[in-house]
């Protein structure tokens, strides 16, 4: 069974910054693009970065471009979304998303919230 968990939401004061995590389990992870997505009450969800299968490219919404930075750890089946700058309109419920490669099968984690709020 595929999961992804993520971890390391909150809330933080405009200008903080925030370390999302998503750990991944039941899939082989190396063969997965991973997403993270956020989605703000009332608003369609939204890419926010991507990074490819073995970490070599990344790819940023321009809203967050310079102040967020995908990275992953194969060796630990995670990705990690670090989050600076932060400003109110980052808050959102940000969720994790697998892809495969070939395939183009996709899986969601359940999402964490991400407050910035004075």
């Known amino acids: 069974q595929v999961q992804l968990v993520e971890s390391g939401g909150g809330l933080v004061q405009p200008g903080g910054s925030l370390r999302l995590s998503c750990a991944a389990s039941?899939?082989?992870?190396?063969?997965?693009?991973i997403s993270w997505y956020r989605q703000a009450p009332g608003k369609e969800r939204e890419l926010v970065a991507v990074?490819?299968?073995?970490?070599?490219?990344?790819n940023y919404a321009d809203l967050v471009k310079g102040r967020f930075t995908i990275s992953r750890d194969n060796a630990k089946n995670t990705v990690y979304l670090q989050m600076n700058s932060l400003k109110p309109e980052d808050t959102a419920v940000y969720y994790c998303?697998?892809?495969?490669?070939?395939?183009?099968?996709?899986?969601w984690g359940q999402g964490t919230q991400v407050t910035v709020s004075s």
């Open positions: 998303n697998a892809r495969h490669r070939f395939s183009g099968q996709k899986h």
């Open positions: 039941g899939l082989r992870f190396d063969m997965h693009i």
């Open positions: 990074i490819g299968s073995v970490g070599g490219s990344t």
